[in-house]
């Protein structure tokens, strides 16, 4: 394997894990009612999911249109957008000093579809595995462009996200 493969999918795989457990320690800490813990578990899944969707939009998704075409890759993006509002909805939910039984249960909701993609998302390795070493090397170069940009996701939705039909052209 070469190093750039190697980097690339441990990496990707790596950071899946570090959200799946930071999504269930957050599923904990709402059902507990531990807003501050709560709020900085979102925090975190905010910074440390920026850059992740930051690559995969800019390079490692359009590596795989070879695989499933362009149609599919764009409705790939598009989950990345319930991802994204999830996020959002958990951020303003997590930032308020008590949750009413009703908001418990709309953060409890939101939040299945941040955990969903992480497993769907690392799926998507057993086709991307198959792509040439230049694909990775191109992978890596944008994972690390997007770790020195450090967007938090938010961030990113808000300025540089580009649209599904960018990503496939
Ligand atoms: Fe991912």
Redesign the pocket.
Known sequence: MSDAREHVIET?QE??RQTRDKCLELSDAIEAGDLDRAEELVHEIDVAAGP?FQY?EDALYPALITFFGEQKVKELVAEHDEAIEAAETLADLTSQDVLSKAETQEALRALPNIMVH?SD??GLTVYLEKADDEVFEDIKRSMEAANEQGLTLTEYDETVRPSPEEIVA
Do not use: L, M, P, S
């Open positions: 990707f950071e899946h992740h995969e992480v998302c690392d």
